[in-house]
């Protein structure tokens, strides 16, 4: 598979964000690794679009959330800054898109970020994601 969204340039908060602050990940299939922004960054945008999940023997869909911290190893002011779960009615195989375009690190910038990605039993899911800072 590819990176399967249209990101387009347009109008809207997008265009107020840092050009070297955004982070493009195709086909993810766990908690993506740490990406470090190029200046630190107090309010973010995500998005994630669900292209295939598995149920398995899980009771919940994917649970999504993006995290900030103070270092690469993010041991330091780990911080959820939004959570969302895809697919919460289990249907076999689903297709999801979530963006919250207003997300604010509240005690200070950071120069970390990563979309950790609980599955429940053996449930699983491949994503495109995009995160945004400013």
Do not use: C
């Amino acid at each position: 598979m590819a990176f399967a969204m249209d990101l387009t340039a347009g109008l809207g908060p997008a265009e107020f964000f840092v050009p070297g602050n955004r982070v493009q990940l195709a086909d993810q299939t766990t908690t993506t690794a740490v990406q470090t922004l190029a200046a630190p960054a107090k309010t973010f945008a995500w998005m994630i679009y669900q292209k295939v999940s598995a149920v398995g023997t899980g009771t919940r869909g994917p649970v999504y959330t993006l995290q900030a911290a103070d270092n690469v190893g993010f041991t330091t002011n780990v911080r959820e800054l939004d959570s969302h779960e895809i697919n919460p009615g289990l249907v076999a195989t689903a297709l999801g898109f979530y963006v919250n375009p207003d997300v604010r690190a509240l005690d200070g910038a950071k120069s970390f970020v990563r979309i950790l990605v609980s599955f429940s039993g053996t449930g699983s899911a491949t994503f495109d994601a995009v995160i945004q800072a400013a």
